[in-house]
């Protein structure tokens, strides 16, 4: 016997994001979770519409970008920024782990108008900020027509840039 799952509103009306778990994605209502549902359902029945359970786990993409790998040059660091571009912070997530640096000052940041921008300024070896960097994951939809703009800078210099869609 085939499951399905009735909702109230119309399509349009909910929010739809994929779950952290590969198989299940959350539909969210106004800001609250209303249901958690998994692959055993097949049959979304909307007010206005009909879903399979393929079409909802691929209307959302998650990407990320990742920043581990990058080498920096000078031994000393004494400042990371890190700017994103097209941040939208009801959707997109940011990850870093700041216990690996000795901060000297407090790190600032700034979430305004589609920017994320991230200042530290520190005393560390370059290892120990390449490890930080390696920490820092950047998640946001994928094909969602918006572009983002992602740059690294050590020492005020650019040590990383990608843009994506």
């Known amino acids: 016997m085939q499951k399905s799952a009735s909702f109230e509103r ?32 097949v049959k979304f029945l909307f007010k206005d519409c009909e879903k399979s359970f393929d079409e909802m786990i691929n209307l959302k993409k998650e990407e990320h970008i990742s920043l581990s790998g990058l080498k920096i040059e000078d031994e000393l660091v004494s400042s990371i ?28 940041y700034a979430i305004s108008n589609g920017c994320f921008e991230m200042s530290i300024f ?3 070896r370059n290892e120990v900020v390449e ?12 094909n969602s ?21």
């Open 145 to 165: 027509g918006k572009e983002c703009h992602v740059i690294v800078f050590v020492n005020e210099s650019k040590i990383y840039e990608q843009t994506c869609m």
């Open 81 to 108: 920024k890190i700017s994103i571009n097209g941040y939208d912070e009801s959707s997109d997530s940011l990850d870093f782990d700041l216990n690996l640096l000795s901060l000297s000052v407090p790190y600032r």
């Open 10 to 41: 119309n399509f349009s009306e909910y929010q739809i994001s994929r779950a952290k778990l590969a198989e299940e994605f959350v539909i969210l209502n106004d800001g609250k979770i209303c249901d958690l549902i998994g692959r055993e359902v």
């Open 131 to 142: 490890k930080f960097l390696s920490t820092f994951s950047y998640k946001f939809e994928a």
């Open 122 to 124: 520190l005393k560390e």
